[in-house]
Protein backbone atom coordinates (compact mmCIF):
# COMPACT_ATOMS: atom_id res chain seq x y z
CA UNK A 1 0.00 0.00 0.00
CA UNK A 2 1.05 3.79 -0.45
CA UNK A 3 2.64 5.08 3.04
CA UNK A 4 2.36 8.64 4.05
CA UNK A 5 2.59 10.83 7.07
CA UNK A 6 0.36 14.09 7.63
CA UNK A 7 1.67 17.32 7.65
CA UNK A 8 2.36 19.40 10.72
CA UNK A 9 -0.25 21.60 11.89
CA UNK A 10 1.43 24.85 11.02
CA UNK A 11 2.10 24.00 7.72
CA UNK A 12 -1.57 23.08 7.06
CA UNK A 13 -2.19 26.31 8.42
CA UNK A 14 0.36 27.89 5.84
CA UNK A 15 -0.66 26.19 2.82
CA UNK A 16 -4.82 26.95 3.25
CA UNK A 17 -4.25 30.72 4.24
CA UNK A 18 -5.93 32.94 2.24
CA UNK A 19 -9.27 30.81 2.36
CA UNK A 20 -12.18 31.31 3.99
CA UNK A 21 -14.20 27.98 3.41
CA UNK A 22 -11.73 25.19 3.89
CA UNK A 23 -12.49 21.73 2.67
CA UNK A 24 -10.38 19.04 3.85
CA UNK A 25 -10.97 15.86 1.77
CA UNK A 26 -9.87 12.08 3.44
CA UNK A 27 -9.36 9.30 1.59
CA UNK A 28 -10.75 5.61 2.20
CA UNK A 29 -7.76 3.39 1.28
CA UNK A 30 -4.46 2.70 1.66
CA UNK A 31 -4.03 6.00 3.64
CA UNK A 32 -6.52 4.96 5.96
CA UNK A 33 -5.03 2.44 6.46
CA UNK A 34 -1.86 3.52 7.81
CA UNK A 35 -3.82 6.28 10.20
CA UNK A 36 -2.85 9.23 8.09
CA UNK A 37 -5.88 10.23 5.70
CA UNK A 38 -9.05 8.25 6.31
CA UNK A 39 -11.97 9.47 7.77
CA UNK A 40 -11.05 10.17 11.75
CA UNK A 41 -7.94 12.00 10.83
CA UNK A 42 -9.99 14.00 8.34
CA UNK A 43 -12.33 14.81 11.10
CA UNK A 44 -9.43 15.49 13.45
CA UNK A 45 -7.33 17.52 11.08
CA UNK A 46 -10.54 20.28 10.40
CA UNK A 47 -11.36 20.13 14.05
CA UNK A 48 -7.58 21.23 14.80
CA UNK A 49 -7.57 23.57 11.88
CA UNK A 50 -10.73 25.54 13.30
CA UNK A 51 -9.16 25.58 16.89
CA UNK A 52 -6.06 26.92 15.36
CA UNK A 53 -7.79 30.04 13.26
CA UNK A 54 -9.93 30.77 16.01
CA UNK A 55 -7.01 31.06 18.64
CA UNK A 56 -5.32 33.36 16.11
CA UNK A 57 -8.33 35.31 15.82
CA UNK A 58 -9.30 33.80 12.60
CA UNK A 59 -12.11 31.91 12.61
CA UNK A 60 -12.52 30.01 9.24
CA UNK A 61 -15.80 27.19 8.36
CA UNK A 62 -13.38 24.10 8.17
CA UNK A 63 -15.40 20.74 6.67
CA UNK A 64 -14.38 17.60 5.85
CA UNK A 65 -15.39 14.69 3.97
CA UNK A 66 -13.68 11.14 3.08
CA UNK A 67 -14.41 9.63 -0.28
CA UNK A 68 -13.52 5.86 -1.08
CA UNK A 69 -10.72 6.69 -3.36
CA UNK A 70 -9.55 10.11 -4.58
CA UNK A 71 -7.99 8.47 -7.32
CA UNK A 72 -10.74 8.00 -9.70
CA UNK A 73 -13.36 9.88 -10.97
CA UNK A 74 -16.64 8.35 -9.84
CA UNK A 75 -15.36 8.85 -6.38
CA UNK A 76 -14.91 12.45 -6.93
CA UNK A 77 -17.88 13.71 -8.87
CA UNK A 78 -19.57 12.22 -5.30
CA UNK A 79 -18.50 16.06 -3.76
CA UNK A 80 -18.34 18.08 -6.51
CA UNK A 81 -20.80 20.36 -4.55
CA UNK A 82 -18.81 20.49 -1.40
CA UNK A 83 -15.52 21.11 -3.60
CA UNK A 84 -17.22 23.87 -5.46
CA UNK A 85 -18.17 25.65 -2.59
CA UNK A 86 -14.72 25.55 -1.26
CA UNK A 87 -11.88 28.22 -1.06
CA UNK A 88 -9.14 25.59 -0.58
CA UNK A 89 -9.57 21.82 -0.46
CA UNK A 90 -7.09 19.96 1.75
CA UNK A 91 -6.28 16.72 0.42
CA UNK A 92 -5.41 14.06 3.00
CA UNK A 93 -4.46 11.22 0.46
CA UNK A 94 -1.29 10.36 -1.04
CA UNK A 95 0.42 12.81 -3.94
CA UNK A 96 -1.64 10.92 -6.52
CA UNK A 97 -5.28 11.94 -4.88
CA UNK A 98 -4.42 15.71 -4.58
CA UNK A 99 -3.10 15.83 -8.49
CA UNK A 100 -6.69 13.78 -9.28
CA UNK A 101 -8.21 16.53 -7.43
CA UNK A 102 -7.16 19.45 -8.93
CA UNK A 103 -7.23 17.86 -12.35
CA UNK A 104 -10.95 16.71 -12.09
CA UNK A 105 -11.53 20.35 -10.28
CA UNK A 106 -9.68 22.65 -12.61
CA UNK A 107 -10.81 25.67 -10.68
CA UNK A 108 -9.76 25.03 -7.63
CA UNK A 109 -7.15 25.49 -5.82
CA UNK A 110 -6.06 21.70 -4.06
CA UNK A 111 -3.28 21.38 -1.52
CA UNK A 112 -1.42 18.51 -0.09
CA UNK A 113 -1.95 17.35 3.70
CA UNK A 114 0.31 14.26 3.54
CA UNK A 115 3.45 13.60 2.86
CA UNK A 116 3.51 10.26 0.65
CA UNK A 117 6.45 8.46 1.56
CA UNK A 118 6.30 4.73 -0.20
CA UNK A 119 5.00 1.47 -0.87
CA UNK A 120 5.14 -0.28 2.02
CA UNK A 121 3.54 -2.43 4.62
CA UNK A 122 3.13 -2.43 8.47
CA UNK A 123 5.49 -4.86 10.12
CA UNK A 124 4.28 -4.17 13.89
CA UNK A 125 1.73 -1.99 15.34
CA UNK A 126 2.39 1.32 14.59
CA UNK A 127 5.57 0.63 12.12
CA UNK A 128 5.29 0.81 8.33
CA UNK A 129 8.38 -0.11 6.04
CA UNK A 130 8.93 0.23 2.82
CA UNK A 131 8.78 -2.80 0.46
CA UNK A 132 8.74 -2.02 -3.34
CA UNK A 133 10.44 0.71 -5.25
CA UNK A 134 7.55 0.33 -8.37
CA UNK A 135 11.26 -0.14 -10.51
CA UNK A 136 8.74 -1.55 -13.31
CA UNK A 137 10.95 -4.74 -13.55
CA UNK A 138 10.51 -6.78 -10.96
CA UNK A 139 12.99 -9.23 -9.94
CA UNK A 140 11.31 -11.00 -6.94
CA UNK A 141 11.25 -14.03 -8.81
CA UNK A 142 14.84 -14.39 -8.33
CA UNK A 143 15.25 -12.83 -4.95
CA UNK A 144 13.17 -15.20 -2.67
CA UNK A 145 10.55 -12.39 -2.67
CA UNK A 146 13.04 -9.84 -0.79
CA UNK A 147 13.48 -6.63 -3.07
CA UNK A 148 16.96 -5.14 -3.09
CA UNK A 149 15.90 -2.44 -5.21
CA UNK A 150 13.78 -1.44 -2.27
CA UNK A 151 15.26 -2.87 0.56
CA UNK A 152 19.29 -2.28 -0.17
CA UNK A 153 20.24 1.22 0.35
CA UNK A 154 22.31 1.33 -2.72
CA UNK A 155 19.71 -1.38 -4.65
CA UNK A 156 22.92 -3.44 -5.47
CA UNK A 157 21.61 -6.44 -8.01
CA UNK A 158 24.13 -9.10 -7.52
CA UNK A 159 24.69 -9.66 -4.31
CA UNK A 160 26.34 -7.49 -0.41
CA UNK A 161 28.55 -4.20 -1.19
CA UNK A 162 31.01 -5.83 1.69
CA UNK A 163 29.90 -3.39 3.85
CA UNK A 164 27.33 -4.67 6.25
CA UNK A 165 28.45 -6.03 9.60
CA UNK A 166 26.61 -8.33 11.79
CA UNK A 167 23.48 -8.74 9.18
CA UNK A 168 23.05 -4.92 8.90
CA UNK A 169 23.58 -1.83 6.24
CA UNK A 170 26.23 0.09 6.74
CA UNK A 171 24.58 3.31 5.59
CA UNK A 172 21.81 2.54 9.16
CA UNK A 173 22.81 0.05 11.11
CA UNK A 174 19.67 -0.33 12.05
CA UNK A 175 18.65 -1.57 8.76
CA UNK A 176 18.83 -5.38 7.82
CA UNK A 177 21.20 -5.66 5.19
CA UNK A 178 18.86 -6.72 1.85
CA UNK A 179 21.10 -9.32 0.57
CA UNK A 180 21.73 -11.42 3.87
CA UNK A 181 18.06 -11.50 4.18
CA UNK A 182 18.34 -13.06 0.23
CA UNK A 183 21.20 -15.18 1.50
CA UNK A 184 19.52 -16.12 4.29
CA UNK A 185 16.03 -17.27 2.91
CA UNK A 186 17.36 -18.81 -0.68
CA UNK A 187 19.68 -21.40 1.96
CA UNK A 188 16.46 -22.04 3.97
CA UNK A 189 14.64 -23.03 0.61
CA UNK A 190 17.51 -24.65 -1.14
CA UNK A 191 17.63 -22.15 -3.73
CA UNK A 192 21.06 -20.55 -3.39
CA UNK A 193 22.07 -21.64 -6.32
CA UNK A 194 19.66 -19.25 -8.14
CA UNK A 195 22.15 -16.09 -7.30
CA UNK A 196 25.20 -17.95 -8.97
CA UNK A 197 23.87 -16.39 -12.08
CA UNK A 198 25.09 -12.54 -12.54
CA UNK A 199 22.14 -9.92 -13.45
CA UNK A 200 23.21 -7.18 -16.00
CA UNK A 201 23.00 -3.65 -15.24
CA UNK A 202 19.23 -2.76 -14.55
CA UNK A 203 16.87 -1.27 -17.07
CA UNK A 204 15.87 2.30 -15.25
CA UNK A 205 14.19 3.55 -18.16
CA UNK A 206 11.10 0.94 -17.07
CA UNK A 207 11.87 2.99 -13.40
CA UNK A 208 10.63 6.60 -12.95
CA UNK A 209 13.68 7.46 -14.64
CA UNK A 210 12.21 6.94 -17.86
CA UNK A 211 10.08 9.60 -17.10
CA UNK A 212 6.03 9.47 -15.99
CA UNK A 213 4.62 6.03 -16.76
CA UNK A 214 1.15 4.93 -18.14
CA UNK A 215 -0.09 1.48 -18.69
CA UNK A 216 -2.65 0.88 -21.51
CA UNK A 217 -4.57 -2.53 -21.84
CA UNK A 218 -5.98 -2.52 -25.20
CA UNK A 219 -8.53 -5.20 -24.37
CA UNK A 220 -10.18 -3.40 -21.35
CA UNK A 221 -10.57 -0.07 -23.81
CA UNK A 222 -11.95 -2.38 -26.55
CA UNK A 223 -14.20 -3.88 -23.79
CA UNK A 224 -14.94 -0.60 -22.81
CA UNK A 225 -15.87 0.78 -26.51
CA UNK A 226 -18.10 -2.37 -27.01
CA UNK A 227 -20.55 -2.11 -24.28
Partial sequence: MIV?????????????????????????TCVTVCFAGGAREAAITASSLRMAFKLDGNSRQVSDVTVQRQCEWEYLDQIAEQVK??????????????????????????????????MGMPTEQ????????????????LTGGICPIARCSKSLLNGPCGGSEGGHCEVNPETPCAWQLIYDRLTGMGKLDVLMEIQPPKNWRAARD??????????????????
Avoid at 210 to 227: F, H, S
Fill in 85 to 118: EADVVLSLGCGVGVQAIAEHFPETWVVPGLNTSF
Fill in 126 to 141: GVWAERCAACGDCILG
Fill in 4 to 28: ADQKPLNELKSLTRGGENVLVVGCG
Fill in 210 to 227: GGPRKIVREDLRLAKEEE
